[in-house]
């Protein structure tokens, strides 16, 4: 303090007094609310079908409440059984019914015959050529999806029982000779019975007996 007292003289401050001042920290004390904890928690909860704890945080630091509070009132709020811990700090309002997973489609309706099989039959009958608008006709006739049309086309592609013909994109096909009908094989045809052997003579001998008679 001598510097500093010898300092102040020499600018003619002579009456000095001293008085040590010192200054000590108060830590802020927790404010009281008049909404609890869990009930401002609660409110939030209700607006909001599911929710991150770090977004319940933020909505009490916002309203000048802890990020320990919202915690503590998690907490509550899940032994209340009024929200549903998801993991990862993520929560759900246990009033949120379970989403129903989606209807699954029918199972396609089976037939008795393949759609390749429906497909040759109908080529055979139009001289070994069809169209795909003639077979989407024809499988709508019997119920089947519009799709295995061209499904069974491609496979049929790749196995070598039609060839494409025509413009392209026109959709006109036509048999390979491995998917022609094959004939029908003839039948063998069936030896007439022999006829019974004429006796020879027969009737002569029986004539002669009644003529030596």
């Known amino acids: 303090m001598g510097p500093i007292i ?23 004390r927790n404010e009281r609310h008049e909404v609890s904890a869990e009930d401002f ?21 916002a309203a000048g409440r802890t990020a320990s509070s919202s915690y503590y009132a998690v907490r509550k709020l899940i032994g209340a059984g009024e929200i549903v811990d998801l993991g990862d700090r993520n929560y759900q309002r246990a009033d949120v019914r379970a989403i129903e997973p989606p209807k699954t489609e029918t199972a396609p309706k089976k037939f008795d015959t393949p759609a390749s099989a429906e497909i040759l039959k109908f ?32 496979k049929m592609l790749t196995e070598k029982l039609i060839k494409r013909v025509g413009a392209s994109g026109s959709g006109d096909y036509m048999l390979l000779a491995k998917a022609k009908a094959k004939s029908n ?22 004539t002669a007996e009644t003529v030596n008679g």
């Open 41 to 61: 928690a609660l409110a939030f909860v209700n607006e909001h079908l599911t929710f991150s704890g770090r977004d319940l945080s933020a909505h009490f630091k």
């Open 185 to 206: 094989p003839k039948k063998p045809a069936t030896k007439a019975a022999a006829a019974p052997a004429a006796k020879l003579n027969g009737a002569n001998h029986e």
């Open 6 to 28: 010898a300092q102040l003289s020499r600018m003619g401050l002579t009456n000095i007094g001293f008085e040590l001042i010192t200054d000590v920290p108060a830590f802020k």
């Open 123 to 154: 080529a055979r009958k139009h001289g070994g050529k069809f169209n795909t608008e003639q077979l989407v006709a024809l499988f709508a006739e019997q119920g089947r999806a519009r799709g295995t049309v061209y499904g069974s086309v491609n």
